[in-house]
């Protein structure tokens, strides 16, 4: 298990680098200028300058070298002096936005926690919703129970959330006034009172995201309890006299939660991706939002380190689905 | 010897397009998805002929109206008809999924047929499937849409320009799936006892591919192209609602679902229809693929 973990581990480094000189190359390609910002009347030297000043004037590799060195080795210092109080990253060149000019990474870190609220919130009330319900359409399936939980589902998977959203926002917001459409991320959280308008701004998004969430995990749930309700070891067990509740909810849930973990992390980096329209529809100033607005501003560094986040969650959440199987199931041997 | 009824013999075995048929008729779900999936089509694209006002009209003085007989769904803030924008955006959102299937299932399964067939490809190419797969799909997207939309306008003007770049970006972020499934079912076929006779007559590889293999995986295929236009719709309506679609006064359903939240506070309704025709062809897709998963698959078919 040990060497396969320090394996596929091992696998991870090549395919990151390699997905990051994918970015790095895409990026390459724009035709957007970062200077299309800066004033007409600025004349053309001081704006080639200017261009110099932003690393442009380097090949690519060059770039893509300092980019990485950058982004691998001087942000962890930075992390550490951060955590320690040392100074290992005195004087050393950050990747920096070309909109703000200051880190990006101090500007992820500013606009993670919002993100984290609501997408985390919503992950962890989707798989508490979607449980039960997938053990119960499985227990009794076909039952009317169970074909209003496959057409919900299908609903979930079908509505986009940038209708979702709209709809509750229409419903909540604008006809019943019950809900801000608007998240205020400024807001904070110190008393009750202004614990309930917290709680009160993130119940739309929540319910959006949860929705989809709950509709693909209650599939597989459901999935997964079927498959092992019928297997030999719920007949002894039911033989040798256990309570239908401890053989469901003991011996058969256990074993049909294996998949599902793993699922569930599998879940983690797209709700990520997923939650850039949420984000836009509700206004929530998260990473999602933030690589919008880098998009439409041409900055590249920013572009660069968030889609390489995303790629990262995906590849890391990959890394941790496979070891959990392993680990979870002793039946899967890897060596 | 000739009280054995004739009926009896003559009767044909029944063939195995009228088994799945049989399947099919049988979920319901997918019955009645196949029905409003064909309706939105066949509203979609007949209905311009009998529905005449233009798409991109203009009547100032008609503007934000309600729903009447004259405008059915109503007119948008420059008095352009609804409903003929509705079939107009129908017309492109549908068109880009069908379109984006269509490459990505053709990508899909050449990888998945090259990979597992031939053994020396299998790892190159499953490798390089696990790299899309760990690539930020929506993030890259957008970055795709935002690089190569002037070049392609300047190449094929601004309409055709970006169905071209939406097809293509949806195509090659899509077919992974589909190459997984084609791989696993060729591994398992081209053991089969036909393949090895087909092999000992001389049969060439490529043709042993076209008249042996592919017929036989065409319904995992067929069930990924079911969900590939789900897929490819809600994709193209996510890009136009981020504002990186098609153009402003080219109208698609995620566009027109964007434009009207302009106007949420004001006229809500307006959000409906575009929404509900998203939602309501990916969801007979959907079923329609569901339906179509247990009528291919012989041993749900049997029961």
Do not use: C
Request: no cysteine.
């Amino acid at each position: 298990m040990l060497q396969f973990t320090v394996r596929r581990s091992m696998l991870a480094v090549p395919t990151l680098l390699f997905i990051s000189l994918v970015i790095f190359l895409l990026l390459e390609l724009a035709p957007g200028d970062p200077m299309a910002q800066v004033p007409l009347t600025v004349p053309q030297e001081v704006k080639e300058k200017m261009r110099l000043a932003l690393g442009l004037g380097e090949p690519v590799h060059v770039r893509f070298w300092k980019w990485i060195v950058q982004f691998f080795w001087i942000e962890p210092q930075v992390l550490m002096d951060h955590i320690f109080g040392t100074t290992f990253s005195e004087g050393k060149l950050r990747v920096v936005s070309w909109q703000t000019r200051s880190p990006v990474m101090e500007i992820v870190i500013q606009r993670i926690p919002q993100t984290l609220w609501v997408v985390g919130v919503a992950y962890i009330v989707g798989i508490l919703i979607a449980i039960p319900i997938g053990i119960y359409s499985a227990y009794r399936q076909y039952s009317v129970f169970d074909q209003a939980g496959t057409f919900i589902s299908m609903v979930g998977y079908s509505v986009p959330p940038f209708f979702s959203g709209v709809l509750v926002i229409v419903i909540f917001s604008v006809n019943l006034g019950w809900f801000p459409s608007i998240y205020d991320t400024t807001h904070v959280v110190n008393d009750w009172a202004s614990f309930k308008v917290q709680l009160n701004q993130m119940i739309m998004p929540v319910m959006v995201l949860a929705l989809q969430i709950t509709a693909q995990i209650s599939r597989f749930m459901r999935a997964s309890m079927l498959d092992n309700l019928n297997q030999d070891y719920v007949r002894t067990a039911r033989a040798k006299g256990l309570g239908e509740r401890v053989v469901v909810m003991v011996h058969v849930l256990r074993n049909s939660m294996i998949p599902v973990v793993t699922v569930i992390a599998l879940g983690i980096p797209s709700i990520f991706g997923g939650a850039i329209i949420t984000e836009q529809v509700f206004k929530v100033n998260g990473i999602g939002q933030l690589l919008i607005g880098a998009i439409q501003a041409n900055d590249l560094p920013m572009v660069q380190t968030l889609t390489f986040i995303f790629a990262f969650l995906i590849v890391f959440f990959n890394l941790i689905a496979d070891i959990l199987y392993g680990i979870l199931d002793p039946r899967i041997r890897y060596d | 010897m000739t009280d054995l009824s004739d009926a009896e013999l003559i009767k044909p075995p029944r063939s195995q397009k009228r088994d799945v048929w049989d399947q099919f008729k049988s979920h319901r779900g997918a019955m009645l998805g196949a029905f409003v999936f064909i309706t939105i089509v066949a509203v979609v694209f007949l209905g311009p002929f009998f529905w005449t006002i233009e798409a991109t009209h203009i009547d100032i003085r008609a503007r934000n109206q309600g729903p009447s007989w004259a405008h059915p769904f109503g007119t948008d803030q420059l008095g352009r008809d609804t409903f003929a924008r509705m079939m107009a955006g129908g017309q492109t959102s549908i068109s880009v999924g069908l379109a984006a299937m269509g490459l990505s299932l053709v990508l899909g399964t050449f990888v998945g047929v090259l990979a597992g067939f031939f053994r020396f490809l299998d790892g190159p190419l499953m490798r390089l499937t696990d790299l899309f797969l760990a690539l930020p799909i929506l993030p890259l997207l957008l970055v795709m849409m935002l690089l190569f939309r002037e070049a392609l306008n300047g190449a094929f003007g601004p309409e055709t320009g970006i169905f071209i770049l939406i097809v293509t970006a949806i195509g090659i972020t899509s077919w992974m799936p589909t190459a997984r499934i084609v791989r696993g079912d060729v591994l398992a076929l081209k053991e089969r006892e036909f393949v090895l006779s087909a092999r000992s007559i001389g049969t060439k590889n490529s043709r042993i591919i076209t008249r042996h293999i592919l017929p036989n995986v065409l319904s995992p295929i067929m069930v990924s192209a079911t969900l590939g236009i789900a897929n490819a719709i809600i994709t193209e309506s996510a890009l136009s609602f981020l504002g990186l679609g098609f153009p402003p006064d080219f109208p698609t359903w995620g566009r027109l679902l964007f434009d009207a939240t302009d106007y949420l506070q004001q006229y809500p309704e307006r959000v409906f229809w575009p929404g509900m025709a998203i939602s309501l062809s990916v969801l007979s897709v959907n079923y329609l693929g569901d339906g179509l998963r247990d009528a291919l698959d012989p041993r749900v078919r049997g029961r």
